[in-house]
């Protein structure tokens, strides 16, 4: 038998987040402890109001399925009575760590990887007012891969901005839905004027189909627009690249199918994050091993993180170690 322990936690973020739909000063996170036997297995989610979460809902989801759990429930037929998001995320990656503890066998093996390695996480700017960010980029200038919010109208500006504050960093920037038919061609020139790598979710999700018919000279990536494989095919003729998250796509399992769909279909592929601690970041960090584009800021961003913790020097992150997760 098993015991199931969930626990919510809130972390303050340094300086705060802002993004096109709102800012906040905490990372609300929900944790999930499967014990079984002398070993326990552990896992975080950050619930999401853009998907209609929040920690009550996720908390009620996990109790729903407590009984299942306690008595064996495993990650393949999770898979089918638990619906994408946060709390299968949480749930599915307590199993993986459990399962990597119970085996002997770190979850990177189990996972079909053959070795870590380090990888360069993106730097995250939020969005404001032209000044402010070309001074966060300034301060962030020696980062080699700078991922900057951005709030629609006016973002022109933004990512001049900050490309002359951060003249020699790689920039991708991020829409989240914020732009239209009054703004898009005039921010997509800038990006291009700017060098900028790869834009996220320019259109909101559901309204943008005429992605299909627009010039592209930079890459788009599917954000809110992508949270499961079932998503990738229909979304093909109008993004060049994706932004998979273990929170959307709900765990681990799901996103390594995810990763090798998407590169079927020609994909670029960007692993992405909320804004958690190192414990989201662990699991998300295996895809990063084979992806174009790492964004696993989560624990950068805030005040302090969990520890044990990932080593982060600089922007270069370091795998996991067993004692964090896997």
């Known amino acids: 038998m098993r015991t ?4 919510t936690e809130s972390f303050e973020i340094a300086g705060g987040f802002a993004i096109s739909r709102g800012s906040r000063t905490h990372a609300q996170v929900l944790t ?3 014990t079984q036997g002398r070993h326990t297995g552990w896992g975080e989610c950050v619930p999401y109001a853009r998907y209609n979460e929040s920690l009550k809902s996720v908390t009620g989801q996990i109790e729903a399925l407590r009984a299942d759990l306690e008595r064996g429930l495993g990650r393949k037929d999770l898979q089918g009575v638990m619906a994408s998001g946060a709390a299968r995320n949480a749930v599915d990656c307590a199993l993986w760590d459990l399962e990597a503890k119970t085996n002997g066998k770190p979850a990177f093996q189990a996972a079909g990887l053959t070795a870590m390695h380090a990888v360069t996480t993106a730097f995250t700017l939020s969005v404001g007012a032209p000044e402010d960010m070309a001074e966060a980029a300034r301060k962030a200038a ?9 709030g629609g109208q006016g973002d022109d500006e933004r990512i001049a901005a900050v490309r002359e504050s951060a003249p020699d960093s790689t920039l991708i ?3 989240n839905e914020a732009w239209d038919d009054s703004c898009f061609h005039a921010n997509m020139a800038a990006c291009l ?5 790869l834009i996220e979710q320019p259109l909101p999700a559901g309204k943008d189909a005429a992605l299909a018919e627009m010039e592209r000279p930079v890459v788009v990536c599917a954000d809110e627009s992508l949270h499961t494989s079932s998503d990738l095919e229909s979304l093909r003729d109008r993004y060049d690249a994706v932004n998979i998250k273990l929170d959307k796509a709900g765990g681990l399992t799901e996103v390594l199918a995810m990763q090798q769909q998407a590169r079927a279909l020609g994909y670029k592929v960007m692993i992405g994050c909320m804004v958690g601690t190192s414990l989201a970041m662990a699991p998300a960090a295996l895809i990063a091993q084979d992806a ?5 800021d989560g624990p950068l ?9 990932l080593k982060f020097v600089g922007s270069v992150l370091y795998p996991p170690d067993a004692a964090l997760w896997g």
């Open 4 to 7: 199931i322990e969930i626990n």
């Open 292 to 296: 174009d584009f790492v964004d696993l």
């Open 301 to 309: 961003l805030l005040a302090k993180d969990r520890q044990p913790g």
């Open 193 to 197: 004027k700017a060098g900028v790598d």
């Open 32 to 34: 999930v402890k499967i």
């Open 173 to 175: 920037v991020d829409a």
């Open 142 to 150: 020696e980062r080699p891969l700078l991922k900057v919010k951005l």
